[in-house]
């Protein structure tokens, strides 16, 4: 401009290509230290290379602030804390997050309280599908500012009492290596659920609220959530999955078709759609090289069924609203139990397992967590 060249000195505000340009950037500064990882600014990387680190990072411009012990810092929005000096890393939500709703909530305001309670946390337990269903529930009320349903405000607040009273179920393990993982599945007429288990250790769940008018028989959606299970194992990269059902047909048609007993005999409607969701599962399995298995477990010993249902009470309220008429003993319902307790032991991760078998990272204590100071 006026037979001048002018250059960037900061990355624009609001580029949609900056997390990708500072993640290269960032990893072509770190190229020496394989045992450093990071995510877009935030840096981990062993206490004894904090130095080596925070200088190749100055050769680029890059200025850190100080180092953080990784055993008690602020972790892509979750705290770590370690319970014990050679105890595991434990991660769980920070304070302040989970807020109550206001006192006349809208249906704007309850669709950002879910999203604080479920986004960015790998597991949210039974309080994934409460969130969805609320949400739902929501929109079939009236627009984004305008006061929510007195008996859905109802719902909200037994909501927000079950966490008081029970706890916060986002919290768990946050480092898990491993590369076999059980996968636990389960559907229902409400929703389809999933839920990866390495090590004993809970890694991450995913819940689909099946759509209200769905009229697919009960073990097509069993074969569903045995796929949508096995893509998030494919997305975890593992190479040795047992799948978890509660469902005797699904466990006899996938065993069939996983060790070639016999050919699978399906009749009716459905036959087209069970053996497309058949051939499906045999064909992640051929293509990933994942060795698969399959076992039969009781519903009360199923993890995933937590991810499958909520109050009675909350679907009677969507009954009524189906139906355009009045139900006053919802504002009357408190404190339902979603599901009977399990005997499972939950535990999560929020750090997925090391891709590079070769690079052996230091013990759990012995990380530094860095971030970027502010120009």
Known sequence: WKEKVFTLTRMGFGLNIAPKVMTAIVQWALRDFPTADNYIDDIRC????????VEALLKYGLPTKPAEPFTSSRVLGLQLHQAA?????EWSRRSGVVASLPLSPTK???????????????LCDWLRPACSFL?????TSTGWDAPLPPALVCLCQELAD?????????????SVTGRHATVWCDASDIAIGACLDVNNAMVEDRAWLRPPDDKRHINIAELDAVIKGLTLAVDWQMDSVCLKTDSKTVFSWVGDVLHNIRRTKTKGLHEVLVQRRLGIIADIATTTGMSLSIDWVPTTKNPADRLTRVPASWLQYAKSQTSKSDHPAIVAATNPVLVSPLSFDTVVTGQRANSDPSCSPPAVGQWAWLQFAPP
């Open 46 to 53: 062993p206490i004894a290379q904090q130095d080596a680190v």
């Open 135 to 139: 949400k739902r529930l929501a929109c």
């Open 85 to 89: 000096a050679e105890g595991p890393v």
């Open 108 to 122: 704007r305001d309850l669709f950002s309280w879910c999203g604080r309670l479920t986004c960015h946390v790998p």
């Open 162 to 174: 079950r966490l008081t009273t029970e706890g916060d179920p986002a919290h768990g393990l946050w």
